[in-house]
């Protein structure tokens, strides 16, 4: 347990988590202490440089919008969307992949073969045809990304459900008469909220890298609001002449994903150590 918590509370691990912890404090509560919102034009100071002397810390886009409002503004979205995907992927992967673990057989045959089917498709065409049919709104926007995220997710609680429905205390719960759904939702998935927890920590970057991906391509988050993706995307055509439009919001989508994937990655780390010495 002691080395466990070593890995976990280790210097990069407590960096990335001190850092993550500031960006959604900043994303909540940032926009307060701004004088500008995300739609309001400055013409007076059109395509203005970053500083802090004056009232647009961040500088404004070729619009005379507040560039600083509109990061905050993006990263809200990105982690709103990357968090509520990544909830939606988890509930699913849960239900499917500890069924189809518990109910072997057959049935988990032909529930696997349905995961890897689905897993052999081009899941950004897919989400890309379904934002196009049924719109490109925010909510959508999640719920089609966490319908294609819980494919990893059902493989591993599938796979950790295989080993929880030999154990001793799931053959007594069925010895005792109790219904398939009770012995799922009571004995197997509270045993699987640790992989689960881990697992879904790396699952959030991931979505949020996949949300700013199609607001680049213009399928995402659409105009008044923005996301890390939609500013890069407008920064990307403002490089030559205001590089800051593209390098402030690419440089928060960096640091976010990166300190992400490095708390997912000591979890995981303590989770195998763990697992290791229960072996």
Same mark, same amino acid.
């Given at each position: 347990?002691?080395?466990?918590?070593?890995?976990?509370?280790?210097?990069?691990?407590?960096?990335?988590?001190?850092?993550?912890?500031?960006?959604?404090?900043?994303?909540?509560?940032?926009?307060?202490?701004?004088?500008?919102?995300?739609?309001?034009?400055?013409?007076?100071?059109?395509?203005?440089?970053?500083?802090?002397?004056?009232?647009?810390?961040?500088?404004?886009?070729?619009?005379?919008?507040?560039?600083?409002?509109?990061?905050?503004?993006?990263?809200?979205?990105? /982690? &709103?969307? #990357?968090?509520?995907?990544?909830?939606? $992927?988890?509930?699913?992967? =849960? !239900?499917? @992949? %500890?069924?189809?673990?518990?109910?072997?057989?057959?049935?988990?045959?032909?529930?696997?073969?349905?995961?890897?089917?689905?897993?052999?498709?081009?899941?950004?065409?897919?989400?890309?045809?379904?934002?196009?049919?049924?719109?490109?709104?925010?909510?959508?926007?999640?719920?089609?990304?966490?319908?294609?995220?819980?494919?990893?997710?059902?493989?591993?609680?599938?796979?950790?459900?295989?080993?929880?429905?030999?154990?001793?205390?799931?053959?007594?719960?069925?010895?005792?008469?109790?219904?398939?759904?009770?012995?799922?939702?009571?004995?197997?998935?509270?045993?699987?909220?640790?992989?689960?927890?881990?697992?879904?920590?790396?699952?959030?970057?991931?979505?949020?890298?996949?949300?700013?991906?199609?607001?680049? /391509? &213009?399928? #995402?988050?659409?105009?008044?609001?923005? $996301?890390?993706?939609?500013? =890069? !995307?407008? @920064? %990307?055509?403002?490089?030559?002449?205001?590089?800051?439009?593209?390098?402030?919001?690419?440089?928060?989508?960096?640091?976010?994903?990166?300190?992400?994937?490095?708390?997912?990655?000591?979890?995981?780390?303590?989770?195998?150590?763990?697992?290791?010495?229960?072996?």
């Amino acid at each position: 347990m002691s080395g466990r918590l070593r890995r976990v509370s280790s210097p990069p691990a407590i960096v990335a988590g001190a850092i993550v912890a500031a960006s959604v404090l900043l994303a909540l509560i940032g926009p307060w202490f701004s004088p500008h919102d995300i739609q309001t034009l400055d013409w007076t100071s059109v395509a203005a440089p970053p500083g802090f002397g004056g009232s647009h810390w961040f500088g404004t886009d070729r619009l005379g919008r507040d560039l600083y409002a509109r990061t905050l503004e993006g990263l809200r979205t990105s /982690l &709103g969307v #990357g968090l509520a995907a990544s909830v939606v $992927s988890v509930v699913v992967g =849960i !239900a499917y @992949g %500890a069924a189809a673990g518990f109910l072997g057989g057959r049935t988990d045959r032909l529930m696997i073969r349905f995961i890897e089917v689905l897993s052999g498709l081009p899941l950004v065409f897919f989400v890309i045809f379904l934002t196009v049919i049924f719109g490109r709104g925010r909510y959508f926007l999640l719920v089609a990304i966490g319908a294609v995220g819980w494919l990893t997710m059902a493989r591993i609680v599938r796979g950790q459900t295989l080993s929880i429905r030999r154990r001793e205390y799931i053959e007594a719960a069925v010895a005792s008469g109790a219904g398939t759904l009770r012995i799922i939702f009571r004995h197997v998935v509270p045993n699987l909220m640790g992989p689960v927890i881990v697992y879904a920590t790396l699952t959030v970057p991931q979505i949020i890298l996949f949300e700013s991906f199609l607001s680049f /391509l &213009g399928l #995402g988050v659409q105009e008044p609001h923005a $996301s890390l993706g939609t500013l =890069i !995307a407008e @920064g %990307a055509g403002e490089m030559e002449g205001a590089d800051w439009i593209l390098w402030i919001p690419g440089t928060v989508l960096a640091v976010l994903l990166m300190c992400l994937n490095v708390m997912g990655d000591r979890l995981r780390d303590a989770l195998d150590v763990h697992e290791r010495s229960r072996s």
